[in-house]
């Protein structure tokens, strides 16, 4: 476990809402999540849906059940816009990503959800489901979700079940399965699925929400006449296999342009001794030739 330094806790103290970096690590480490509000001032908060508008005025809806069929999510956002890469590199995001996952983590899948007046919830999940590897254990990946628009109980706000990072085979009711992810297959009629220890993430725009990659969690039912806009970069350790393919889904030319510590996370990088590289070489000197 990384530990804390005077330097990295005065950098971050303006994040923190009063606390300590080792109070908000103890409420994550207990209840899976803790919320940051008010980490994106209106400016940067404006340059973030500006980026994604060109992509969400094409209206693509989701595929099947997992993805909602009224709401649009964008994918492969670093090979967009390299803007979205503040959200990425963001130094309270890495803190986190660095304790939980350690130095070497990558970028295991980074997009924005747009959730459309009428959108149902989502099935549970957690987000390193797809390791396959028995619980309860050690989180595998950790998710962070960015409001950049005020997310309320009305809107869709994400929902959670506190200290579901911690349980062992069982399942909330309505949890996905593989019916879910079936593209063509959106079905209204899903089981409501509210689980007695839920609470809703409601968050100002511009709120960080950060939760481990075992807690149970789904996107909630949009009953308002708003839409509710967030941006979930997710990270992995060092030698896992991430959900998007970053290196492909990225063209080196365009990562060659992002900061050093994006880089690293889209997979120019070794996690030790060796895994990752490249002809034998340091994958990074790939970026030389971009």
């Known amino acids: 476990m990384t530990p804390i330094d005077a330097a990295t806790e005065q950098t971050l103290a303006p994040f923190l809402g009063g606390r300590t970096l080792a109070e908000t690590f103890?409420?994550?480490?207990?209840?899976?999540?803790?919320?940051?509000?008010?980490?994106?001032?209106?400016?940067?908060?404006?340059?973030?849906?500006?980026?994604?508008?060109?992509w969400l005025s094409k209206d693509v809806r989701g595929r099947n059940n997992f993805e909602g069929a009224d709401s649009n999510r964008i994918y492969a956002m670093l090979a967009k816009d390299p803007v979205f890469a503040d959200l990425v590199s963001h130094p309270l995001q890495i803190a986190f990503g660095e304790r939980e996952l350690g130095r070497s983590f990558l970028l295991y899948a980074c997009l924005a959800i747009n959730l459309l007046p009428g959108e149902t919830a989502q099935p549970w999940h957690f987000d390193d489901s797809?390791?396959?590897?028995?619980?309860?254990?050690?989180?595998?990946?950790?998710?962070?979700?960015?409001?950049?628009?005020?997310?309320?109980?009305?809107?869709?706000?994400?929902?959670i079940i506190p200290g579901s990072h911690l349980w062992g085979e069982e399942r909330p009711e309505g949890a996905s399965g593989p019916q879910d992810f079936l593209t063509g297959k959106v079905d209204d009629d899903l089981p409501d699925g509210a689980h007695p220890d839920m609470l809703k993430a409601t968050m100002p725009?511009?709120?960080?929400?950060?939760?481990k990659g075992t807690l149970w969690h789904r996107g909630g039912a949009n009953?308002?006449?708003?839409?509710?806009?967030?941006?979930?970069?997710?990270?992995?350790?060092?030698?896992?296999?991430?959900?998007?393919q970053q290196l492909l889904a990225v063209p080196p030319e365009k990562a060659a342009?992002?900061?050093?510590?994006?880089?690293?996370?889209?997979?120019?990088?070794?996690?030790?001794?060796?895994?990752?590289?490249?002809?034998?070489?340091?994958?990074k000197r790939v970026l030389a030739d971009a």
């Not at 342009?257 to 994958?283: A, N, T, W």
Request: one cysteine or more; hydrophobic letters at 40%.
């Open 26 to 54: 103890e409420q994550f480490d207990r209840e899976g999540y803790v919320i940051f509000e008010n980490v994106l001032d209106e400016a940067a908060i404006q340059r973030q849906i500006d980026a994604l508008e060109v």
């Open 130 to 159: 797809h390791c396959g590897l028995a619980r309860p254990r050690a989180p595998l990946s950790m998710s962070t979700f960015w409001s950049l628009t005020e997310t309320t109980e009305a809107n869709g706000a994400t929902e």
């Open 205 to 211: 725009a511009g709120s960080l929400m950060i939760a």
């Open 223 to 244: 009953t308002s006449g708003d839409r509710r806009l967030i941006v979930t970069p997710q990270f992995c350790m060092g030698w896992c296999r991430p959900l998007e």
């Open 257 to 283: 342009k992002l900061p050093l510590r994006v880089q690293e996370m889209l997979g120019y990088s070794i996690h030790e001794p060796f895994m990752g590289y490249v002809d034998g070489m340091h994958p």
